[in-house]
């Protein structure tokens, strides 16, 4: 269930999709000879190319030796899960449809159809964008940042609930960190029976933590200068699951 609270400043499609890839730690694999997942068995080239090391004697090897070359044969899909404890915690998924080729002693798979699955609906990723496309700058620190927010710093969770529509705060029991990138911060507004996500965009793009640590100070400056706050105090509860 979504809000009315508009996202503005969102990552492209794109850039969503490798950072997804830089930070996936497992990879399924549906092919001609089933389905597998892989675990820390993965890396990407600068210009999109999954790399897999599968053991030898892998269905997989044998389904990307005997596939005609360039025609789409497998189809890997990974998840974006949210570090901090949230209902319904996976925040989008990818599946890139193409093929492998056997190179180095591992499986490079080229994409021909790159598909996001996001809380707002799916998207097909042009595949240019694709390949020239970067992950998030933060991204590799989002999960300490994130954790961190939520484990020590839960007054400003609060404080920053100020800045929400009280409409979207309608019902909360419970606000929580949910993504951050160098456009901005998403809360997760949890209710008795239902959820939804609010963007506060960041005034600038943060490049690196040291500009994120600024833009969150700004955002919480301009919490506590709000004139309107929540309707109610939340009332702490436990995540009932990862969703």
């Not at 269930?1 to 490798?18: I, K, L």
């Not at 080229?110 to 992950?135: I, K």
């Not at 309608?170 to 609010?198: M, N, Y």
Request: charged share 25%.
């Amino acid at each position: 269930m979504g809000d009315s609270q508009s996202w503005t400043a969102t990552p492209a499609a794109a850039e969503q999709a490798r950072s997804m890839l830089a930070t996936a730690w497992s990879c399924a694999v549906t092919a001609e000879g089933g389905r597998e997942e892989f675990v820390g068995t993965h890396s990407v080239t600068d210009d999109g190319r999954v790399l897999l090391q599968v053991p030898e004697d892998s269905a997989l090897v044998t389904a990307a030796i005997c596939a005609p070359r360039g025609e789409p044969s497998a189809v890997l899909e990974f998840a974006d899960v949210a570090p901090v404890p949230v209902r319904n915690r996976i925040r989008a998924r990818l599946w890139l449809a193409g093929w492998f080729a056997a190179q180095e002693g591992q499986l490079a798979f080229q994409a021909t159809r790159v598909v996001l699955r996001r809380p707002s609906g799916a998207v097909v990723v042009d595949l240019d964008e694709f390949a020239a496309a970067r992950p998030d700058p933060l991204v590799t620190a989002e999960a300490r940042l994130l954790t961190h927010l939520a484990d020590c710093h839960p007054d400003a969770v609060e404080r920053l609930t100020r800045l929400v529509e009280p409409d979207s705060l309608h019902g909360a029991v419970r606000v929580q960190p949910l993504a951050v990138d160098r456009h901005g911060l998403t809360l997760r507004i949890e209710r008795a029976r239902a959820h939804g996500d609010v963007r506060l965009p960041f005034h600038r793009p943060a490049d690196d933590v040291a500009q994120l640590t600024e833009r969150m100070h700004v955002l919480l400056g301009q919490a506590s200068a709000a004139s309107c706050p929540r309707p109610r105090p939340l009332q702490r509860q436990r995540a009932d699951g990862d969703g």
